[in-house]
């Protein structure tokens, strides 16, 4: 339907959702409603690619799209093909493998086979094709298993080929097809990104270069986070910090980094919309978040706590709005989880709480608008943390186009931004 209610494309599938750019997934059921068949519709309701696969993602810039087969010893196989978003180009599924994964250019990795020679070598064979045409425009042939393998950033791709029991083969392939050369005991270690990436040595430690293979920085950190935002998080004797892509330190290795299962916690070392959420340990083992700006500044803290029935996280990501999330989670004497969330705004001084810890949710906002549940209802408030549709909902969706899904009273609807239902399923079509 439109944004007015009105049907455009009559229904006739068993399964669709919601259009992505000028496409959407379809599903039609056979053999019972358990198996489905997978296509793709245009917004005039056409198919651009037949319903008759097995499965269908939207992964971006482009679909997967599979089939499998069944053999009679009960395996089964799987080939992979495309559809691209932006050109229409459809590549039916035909290969073993397909690296899916989102890049900055037109290429798009497919694999045509792994090769076992007589000495029990291995080999891979495959292509790096145009995404809009699916002509091959980097050929290649690597000796060696794939251990890894990232989709080309900046104009290089990263690469690890083992080559047997503990011997590995790192290296970047650049937009031709070669190999770039890095100085003796040098290896990348990763994608380029804002122009530099990262390198290890034969001892593990971590440094930078550009993705020519000229060394910014040697490797002298024990462990490096990946490159964002031309900035990057280091560890140095233990201590956590963070420089630029020049190398250049821009908060002293200083801070006692958060361990996951013995590792530095990936997740939140990464600046995103110009913050970075670190956490951290005291001589207590009692964590505490802080909310980094790009000059390593504090805008936000969220105190230790010695209550270990009470903790507090930060959002990892703040909106481009300078809205997020902080989460309290208590443990009631008998062991159950209460969880709750204040929404707060950055400021010129810092930050500041819109709301107390009353919702029991953190959603991103969408067209303006957050569905948040308090006191076992929905509604939506804005940026200011107004209410702009009072909780009265079972369930509530995003918006999306205009419009947002919700469910109230066991009756399904499309609600507007000023909670008019713009479409509401009848009875007979509840009838299970």
């Keep these: ?63 997967s799209v599979v089939s499998v087969n069944n053999h009679q010893d009960g395996g089964l196989s799987f080939r992979y093909g495309w559809y691209d978003k932006a050109s229409g180009y459809f590549s039916a599924p035909v290969y073993p493998l397909i690296d899916y994964d989102p890049t900055d250019t037109d290429l798009i990795r497919v694999e045509y086979g792994t090769y076992s020679s007589a000495d029990g ?72 990104s804002g122009g530099v990436l990262k390198i290890h040595d034969r001892s593990g430690k971590i440094g930078l270069a550009k993705p020519d293979g000229t060394v910014v920085l040697s490797p002298v950190y024990e462990w490096c986070g990946e ?15 963070v420089m630029d892509s020049g190398g250049n330190t821009i908060v002293p290795a200083a801070y006692e980094p958060t361990l996951l299962l013995g590792c530095v916690d990936y ?18 083992n009692h964590s505490s978040c802080a909310l980094l700006d790009r000059e390593g500044r504090i805008v936000c803290s969220l105190p230790v706590t010695a209550d270990e029935s009470v903790t507090f996280e930060l959002q990892d990501e703040i909106a481009e709005n300078g809205l997020f999330w902080v989460h309290k989670i208590a443990f009631l004497p008998d062991g159950q989880r209460v969880d709750s969330s204040s929404l707060y705004r950055l400021t010129a001084e810092g930050s500041e709480a819109l709301t107390g810890f009353i919702f029991e949710n953190s959603p991103a906002f969408s067209e303006g608008l957050s569905a948040v549940y308090q006191d076992a209802l929905w509604g939506y408030i804005d940026e200011q943390a107004g ?46």
Aim: with cysteine; glycine share 8%; proline share 5%.
């Design 121 to 192: 070598s291995r080999s891979v064979m495959g292509a790096y094709c145009h995404r809009s045409n699916g002509k091959s425009a980097i050929p290649f042939y690597f000796e060696g298993e794939v251990q890894e393998s990232r989709p080309f950033a900046e104009g290089y791709a990263f690469w690890i080929m083992k080559m047997g029991d503990h011997m590995y083969d790192p290296f970047l392939l650049d937009s031709s097809g070669k190999r770039v050369s890095f100085p003796e005991s040098i290896w990348p270690a990763g994608n380029a």
């Design 387 to 432: 209410w702009v549709i009072p909780p009265q909902y079972d369930i509530a969706s995003n918006f999306r186009d205009g419009l947002a899904l919700v469910v109230k009273d066991e009756q399904m609807m499309y609600i507007d931004h000023e909670g008019a239902v713009v479409w509401a399923e009848q009875e007979a079509a509840r009838v299970k």
């Design 1 to 63: 339907m439109n944004r007015a209610g009105e049907v455009v494309i009559e229904p006739q599938w068993d399964y669709a959702e919601p259009f992505s750019g000028n496409t959407a997934i379809v599903k039609c059921s056979y053999k019972d409603k358990d198996h489905f068949s997978c296509g793709l519709i245009n917004r005039d309701g056409e198919e651009v690619v037949p319903v008759r696969y097995d499965m269908i993602e939207d992964k971006g810039t482009v679909y």
């Design 267 to 284: 997740r939140a070392l990464q600046y995103r919309n110009g913050f970075a959420t670190m956490r951290s340990t005291d001589g207590e």
């Design 227 to 241: 490159i964002s935002e031309g900035r990057v998080f280091f560890v140095q004797n233990g201590k956590l910090g």
